[in-house]
């Protein structure tokens, strides 16, 4: 649940699609979910989609990279509806290498101002630094903590009949020592 939060507000920065900055937004989404914790529940989806398609067969798969093809989305998607995969993998980058919060922000700066489509060519070529690249950014560890074990009492049903033999629906992000020391909007963030 962390890394998805973590992974939607970059996207929304990216974008420029911050209602409030940083912080502010972060915490406006945390009261929310605190209020709501059906905006990101499983359980709460699943009601939804069986409600509007009552009789349909749910089908869910969980996106941790230690599960699929080849540790690739890509891959795994394709291997599933049977098309063959190319022989030759890639030489282990990441595919799609996390920007830090800061970077993020910066680029829907850049699409404001300059259109989302020279963002995205910016992006490309940026440079590969701590500044420019980071996970466990935008959360807290104490907000992580929070937001994965709030978010998974609500969806204990849905991890009972889809994935039983998991001792948890998600699989903790290991945070580092570093990351384990991260707080927003101080001067060490960057």
């Known amino acids: 649940y962390s890394d998805f939060f973590e992974a939607d507000y970059k996207q929304r920065a990216k974008a420029g699609r911050l209602s409030n900055g940083g912080t502010e937004y972060i915490r406006q989404q945390l009261d929310l979910i605190r209020n709501h914790p059906e905006r990101l529940s499983f359980s709460a989806k699943l009601a939804e989609i069986r409600a509007a398609f009552p009789g349909v067969t749910v089908a869910p798969l969980l996106y941790e990279r230690s599960g699929m093809v080849r540790g690739?989305?890509?891959?795994?998607?394709?291997s599933r509806i049977g098309t063959p995969l190319a022989e030759e993998v890639s030489a282990g980058a990441v595919s799609n290498p996390s920007q830090s919060r800061a970077a993020s922000e910066a680029f829907g700066v850049i699409s404001r101002a300059l259109g989302r489509k020279k963002s995205r060519?910016?992006?490309?070529?940026?440079?590969?630094?701590?500044?420019?690249?980071?996970r466990n950014d935008v959360l807290e560890p104490d907000e992580r903590a929070w937001l994965d074990e709030f978010v998974a009492k609500q969806d204990t049903a849905f991890q009972q009949e889809f994935f039983p033999d998991?001792?948890?629906?998600f699989t903790p992000t290991k945070l580092s020592d570093e990351d384990k020391m991260f707080r927003r909007d101080t001067p060490e963030e960057n």
């Open 166 to 169: 998991r001792p948890e629906l």
């Open 121 to 134: 060519q910016l992006r490309r070529i940026f440079v590969d630094d701590p500044v420019m690249v980071r």
């Open 72 to 78: 690739n989305v890509v891959d795994d998607f394709l």
